[in-house]
């Protein structure tokens, strides 16, 4: 079955940096488009970015350059790589494939 593995969430000052990591089995990342979203308390899940099976990047407004979505097809993995991290980013990370399947998240906590 498919199963996705975030991981590298974290406390990290505001214009810090965090690189996430999402470990797919039972699918293959390079064949399906792939993305992250995340939950703040209290708020709904929003989208952050997506990596088409293209190649092509799509991102949500309020990370537009400064969150980059990429993968590694030989590791199976997708990856967020965030930077110039911001109070308002602190959110528990969702990776997902095709809105369909979903891990289990990993929180990033950014102070200020």
């Known amino acids: 079955q498919v199963q996705l593995v975030e991981s590298g969430g974290g406390l990290v000052q505001a214009g810090g940096s965090l690189r996430l990591s999402c470990v797919a089995s039972?699918?293959?990342?390079?064949?399906?488009?792939m993305g992250w979203h995340r939950q703040a308390p209290g708020r709904q899940r929003e989208f952050v970015a997506r990596?088409?099976?293209?190649?092509?990047?799509m991102y949500a407004e309020s990370v537009k350059g400064r969150f980059t979505i990429s993968r590694d097809n030989a590791k199976n993995t997708v990856y967020l790589q965030m930077n110039s991290l911001k109070p308002e980013d602190t959110a528990v990370y969702y990776c997902?494939?095709?809105?369909?399947?979903w891990g289990q998240g990993t929180q990033v906590t950014v102070s200020s």
């Open positions: 997902e494939r095709g809105l369909t399947y």
């Open positions: 990596i088409f099976s293209s190649g092509a990047t």
């Open positions: 039972g699918t293959i990342v390079s064949m399906f488009n």
